[in-house]
């Protein structure tokens, strides 16, 4: 695993039974790690709960803020507001087999745990499927106008009509009269 990613884990061995507040930014660079996922900029403030039990750990995590998307109608890019909320628990031993989706198993040994994948993975499901200007809170009049016009202009001029104007039928039977 890179370098810059062994920022985004948690020593946890040495802390105390109890709750441990850690704050860890993911910018341009953590997701510059990610080259074949979906987002390369963004900019979240990501706070990490971890109450530290006998057997267990329960991290709460809180994610807010933007990453850069295109914007379905125009093609612009532009910073879209996101925002995760969730738990993980971390457990000690095998996995098991009906293991629950919000469970990961580490080794006895272990006494790091590298929270980058988990992370990545949360942005991702925040990522609503549809993207466009006046999505959480940004401005629908961001949509850039002059690429609207040019879409609507192209969809409003298909190459072949594919009926013809009932109109012309009539005319044309006059005509023929
Ligand atoms: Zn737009």
Request: hydrophobic share 35%; glycine share 6%.
């Amino acid at each position: 695993m890179a370098d810059k990613l062994y920022a985004y884990s948690i020593d946890f061995k040495g802390l105390e039974v109890g709750k441990h507040l850690f704050e860890f930014l993911l910018d341009d660079a953590f997701f510059a790690e990610y080259p074949e996922g979906e987002i390369s900029e963004g900019h979240i403030e990501t706070q990490i709960m971890l109450h530290k039990q006998n057997n267990l750990m329960e991290l709460t995590c809180n994610m807010s803020g933007t990453v850069q998307v295109e914007c379905d109608r125009c093609l612009e890019r532009f910073a879209l507001p996101i925002e995760y909320n969730g738990t993980l628990f971390v457990k000690t031993g095998n996995p098991q087999t009906d293991s629950e989706p919000d469970v990961i198993f580490i080794s006895e040994h272990e006494h790091r745990l590298n929270l980058a994948q988990y992370l990545y993975e949360n942005t991702c499901l925040s990522l609503p499927i549809r993207r466009y200007h006046g999505l959480n809170g940004t401005n629908a009049n961001d949509c850039d106008a002059d690429m609207l016009e040019r879409m609507n202009h192209d969809d409003q001029n298909p190459a072949e009509p594919t009926t013809e104007d009932p109109r012309w039928a009539k005319l044309k039977e006059l005509k023929n009269k």
